[in-house]
């Protein structure tokens, strides 16, 4: 099997799971739609066409090789509570940010300030699953705007498993992206909101790979 063909489920569908979703479909890769509302799954799929399936959150799960869990970091704990007999071995995608609105009209981190989403839901994964730290280091705005620019931008990404490089990065590149592998997920904090790679901190932008270098 090609690493292209392997089936993604994007579980949650609301500003980034849409738009994870809609890049997939332009990069002609096949997408399961699942949300905690059916009929929100159903609603986009029928707008993105013959390559987006809607399901309920455990069928995509199941049918899935790789899922994209574009939800909030809290949820995400939740759900690999509630789903982890189906979680078991697959390749699990966290674009999560753990923050919250502050009192000031902006917003603050909900865990330690060395602390990342990444490394934390390292410690909980499933059985025999396998986590990236992906698909999160720019805003819902940019990662509609930028995909499959030319010169193509950039979406880092950090996992401890070396064997799945090739398929977060054949995912990134279906998104419209270029892969950027940082490290490990200790390296998780540089590519969530307020890390020195993302573009709701010290990168401020969306780069292209040239750019990108400079800043490694």
Do not use: C
Request: hydrophobic share 45%.
């Amino acid at each position: 099997m090609k690493n292209s063909n392997l089936k993604v489920a994007v579980i949650g569908l609301g500003n980034i799971g849409k738009v994870v979703a809609s890049n997939l479909v332009k990069g002609n890769r096949e997408v399961i739609l699942a949300d905690k509302t059916f009929a929100k799954a159903k609603e986009l799929a029928d707008n993105l066409g013959s390559l987006a399936k809607p399901a309920e959150i455990a069928d995509a799960i199941k049918s899935a090789d790789i899922v994209v869990l574009a939800v909030y970091f809290a949820t995400i704990k939740e759900i690999f509570a509630q789903y982890a007999t189906e979680l078991q071995g697959k390749i699990i995608v966290d674009p999560s940010n753990p923050i919250a609105p502050d009192d000031k009209g902006g917003f603050k981190k909900i865990i330690g300030q060395n602390e990342s989403s990444g490394q934390i839901l390292s410690t909980l994964l499933p059985k025999n699953a396998k986590l990236a730290k992906a698909l999160g280091t720019l805003g819902a705005a940019s990662l509609e705007k930028e995909a499959f620019a030319d010169p193509r931008k950039v979406e880092f990404y950090a996992t401890d498993d070396k064997s799945i490089n090739t398929e977060i990065e054949s995912l990134i590149k279906d998104n419209g992206f270029e892969p950027v592998r940082l490290g490990g997920l200790d390296k998780s904090i540089n590519i969530e909101v307020f890390g020195d790679l993302h573009e709701f901190g010290a990168l401020g932008k969306a780069v292209t790979l040239e750019e990108a270098t400079e800043k490694i």
